[in-house]
């Protein structure tokens, strides 16, 4: 065989696999920057069994494996007195693309070859989910639209600059297709203020950012864009309030609008819950009447909190033998705060420590060997050496060479009450 008749050949196969994926794709729709929605309709061809005389329960297990699916599509639909089912091209484009060990189950129902028919079938922009829309839109060259978060009504995306061209298109995509969805909004800046929320612009849909979710049998009520809300977060909510059992104490230094507090108050915790943006004390407050629950709020800096609340709080706990946990769910900051709680008290207030107090702060740990730059922050912060008493746990990875990191240690009678301020040494020495 020739060498340029093998390429042509290599050529045509090439061609016809790729014109057979893109089949149930949307194509001829790149660089699209407005939403035409007609533009993504085509015909094609495609497998149809029709089923006469037959329950068609009794055969629907045969054909399940094959069946066309689509967005918003139902692939077995009744048509008079016939069954029509919808089979997935891509599979199968005669008989004897199915099972011979089927074909023998199905001639019991007299169901063969002459059941099949090719026809035309209409693809419509209803049948394409958002990630089969976007991928075929946005540049192919860089990086796509990776991920958004819903939150009640709201979809969040945070989109990168070479993506900015397709805002609109890409939220009306989004709001036709996601479930719930009433407005898209932008994130336009990073969290850098004091109160942690972000400006952002809305893309589609009403112009409402007040919103409600219900996390950990908790309803939570809050204003996007006054406020700091992270749903991937959930996960790691769960897993606190899990930890924290009934008539434990919590003190919630960053509290937000209350995804650790108000769960931890409905399991009757005693709870202290602060945050220093006063749209998310009034969202907090709000919640708690919502829920029904009871705890002690606070609008102050996270440094007055621990100074003035928790250091007066804490002690009259340890010495009633309670149990106690302290939350600091501030990632780029809380272990700025950790120094407080080195030499927090005098020798002999301190009566006996049964329970030592276990915290759990977080912070980004950005690099690759995250786990030893976790440790340093740590270590410089508090101005202690904990080594192996501290416990390391990925709550989710931010970005490339940046991870999310939950710390936890006991707050022991040696670290409260034996260092004073500004003293560094490990707590191995003696």
């Not at 015909?43 to 918003?72: A, M, N, R, T």
């Not at 089969?132 to 819903?150: C, H, N, W, Y």
Request: aromatic share 10%; glycine share 4%; charged share 30%.
């Amino acid at each position: 065989m020739k060498l340029t008749s093998l390429l042509d050949k290599l050529s045509n196969l090439t061609s016809l696999i790729l014109n057979e994926t893109k089949m149930l794709k949307p194509y001829d729709v790149y660089g699209m920057i407005e939403l035409n929605r007609e533009k993504f309709t085509r015909k094609i061809q495609i497998p149809k069994v029709y089923i006469e005389g037959v329950k068609i329960s009794d055969v629907l297990i045969y054909f399940k494996p094959y069946l066309l699916k689509l967005q918003h599509f139902k692939a077995v639909q009744s048509k008079e007195s016939s069954t029509i089912l919808f089979l997935d091209p891509l599979r199968i484009k005669r008989w004897d693309d199915i099972e011979l060990r089927v074909q023998n189950d199905l001639k019991k129902f007299s169901i063969n070859e002459s059941n099949l028919k090719m026809e035309d079938f209409e693809l419509k922009y209803d049948y394409f989910t958002a990630e089969d829309i976007l991928r075929a839109v946005l540049p192919s060259d860089k990086e796509g639209m990776a991920s958004f978060t819903q939150i009640g009504h709201i979809i969040h995306v945070n989109l990168r600059e070479h993506l900015l061209p397709f805002k609109k298109l890409i939220g009306e995509v989004l709001l036709d297709k996601i479930s719930g969805c009433e407005t898209v909004v932008n994130k336009i800046n990073n969290i850098d203020n004091t109160y942690r929320n972000f400006s952002m612009e809305v893309l589609c849909g009403k112009n409402e950012t007040k919103t409600s979710l219900k996390e950990n049998n908790c309803i939570f009520e809050f204003d996007f864009a006054t406020v700091y809300w992270n749903s991937r977060l959930s996960t790691e909510h769960e897993r606190i309030v899990k930890i924290i059992q009934q008539e434990n104490v919590l003190f919630d230094v960053f509290a937000g609008v209350g995804p650790f507090s108000i769960p931890c108050a409905k399991k009757k915790c005693e709870v202290y819950a602060n945050d220093l943006n006063p749209e998310s004390y009034f969202w907090l407050n709000h919640n708690v009447k919502k829920n029904k629950v009871n705890l002690k709020s606070y609008n102050l800096d996270g440094h007055d909190f621990i100074e003035n609340v928790i250091k007066k709080e804490l002690l009259q706990h340890i010495n009633n033998k309670k149990q106690v946990y302290i939350v600091m769910n501030l990632p780029a900051l809380a272990v700025e705060f950790l120094h407080h709680f080195k030499g927090m008290y005098n020798d002999g207030e301190i009566k006996e420590m049964v329970n030592p107090p276990v915290i759990f702060v977080y912070c980004f740990a950005k690099g690759e060997n995250f786990e030893e730059i976790t440790k340093e922050m740590i270590k410089k912060n508090l101005g202690v050496d904990l080594g192996d008493k501290l416990s390391l746990f990925r709550v989710r990875t931010v970005s490339s060479f940046k991870e999310m990191m939950r710390v936890s240690f006991k707050l022991d009678e040696e670290l409260l009450v034996n260092y004073k301020k500004g003293e560094k040494r490990s707590l191995e020495e003696d």
